[in-house]
C-alpha cells in the first residue's frame, strides 16, 4: 500500500509504502492526528494526495469497493444492527475460538458486549470479510495483557499469511517491538521514521 504526498488536517505531505505482509506502526502524541491520517487513508476524510493498493487506486473505486478492500477497524467500532451475527457475512467466521469466543456469540444482543468483546469481535468482523489490506485504530487498547496477546499473535500471523499490508496505530513501545516491521512516529506535520530494534 502506498500512500503519496498525502494531506490531512495538519499533517502535509506524508509519503509511506507497506510492503504486502507487512507491519507498519504508526504512533504519536494525542490529537497528532493518527485517527485522521486512517481515515484518509479509508477515504472516509478529506484530503490530497494518492493512495493506492498495488494497482488499486483510491480515486479509481467507489468508496464503497476502497473500504473493502482496504478495512479500517475504528477504536471505537460501529455497530447498526441488535445481534453480533448480524454484521457478519453468512456462516460462522473463522477464529472465533482463537480469539475466545464459541459459536453462540452470533446470537448476542451487541448492546450486552464489553469494550474488549467489542474490540474482538470488530476484528474478526474485519477479518470476515476478506480484506486486502488492514488499518487498524490501536486495536488492543482495551484488552487485557493475555488477550493482547493473543490478538498480536493472531493479527501479524494473518498478515503474513495473506500478505496484507497492515498500518497499526499503537502507543506502547513494547508492542511496536513485537509487530511491527517498521515504526513510524508523528513530529508535527511530518512522519518521522523510528528503527525498530
Ligand atoms: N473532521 C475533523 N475536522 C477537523 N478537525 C478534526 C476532525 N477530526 C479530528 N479533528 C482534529 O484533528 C486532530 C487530530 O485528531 P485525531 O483523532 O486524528 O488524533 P489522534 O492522533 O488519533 O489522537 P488520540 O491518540 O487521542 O486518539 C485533533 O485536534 C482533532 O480534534
Known amino acids: 500500500m502506498r500512500a503519496q504526498a498525502l494531506s490531512v488536517g495538519a499533517l502535509s505531505a506524508i509519503d509511506f509504502t507497506i510492503e ?39 480515486t479509481g473505486v467507489t468508496g464503497h469497493r476502497w473500504r473493502q478492500t482496504v478495512m479500517m477497524v475504528p477504536a471505537d467500532s460501529q455497530w447498526w444492527a441488535d445481534t453480533v451475527g448480524e454484521h457478519f457475512p453468512a456462516g460462522a467466521p473463522n477464529d472465533l475460538d482463537t480469539l475466545g469466543f464459541g459459536p453462540e456469540v452470533m446470537d448476542w444482543q451487541v448492546s450486552r458486549l464489553s469494550s474488549g468483546e467489542k474490540q474482538r469481535l470488530a476484528l474478526l468482523r474485519a477479518v470476515a470479510h476478506q480484506p486486502r489490506a488492514l488499518l487498524l485504530d490501536e486495536p488492543t487498547a482495551n484488552l487485557d495483557p493475555d488477550t493482547t496477546a493473543i490478538v498480536e499473535a493472531w493479527l501479524t500471523g494473518l498478515a503474513r499469511h495473506h500478505r496484507w499490508p497492515v498500518l497499526w496505530v499503537a502507543h506502547d513501545p513494547a508492542q511496536i517491538q513485537r509487530v511491527a516491521n517498521a515504526h513510524l512516529r508523528i513530529a508535527g506535520k511530518q512522519l518521522e521514521a523510528v528503527p525498530c530494534s
Open 20 to 58: 504486502p505482509g507487512c507491519i507498519l506502526a504508526l504512533s504519536g502524541p494525542s490529537g497528532s492526528g493518527k485517527s485522521r491520517l486512517l481515515r484518509a487513508l479509508a477515504d472516509l476524510d478529506p484530503h490530497d494526495g494518492s493512495v493506492a493498493l498495488g494497482e488499486l487506486t483510491q
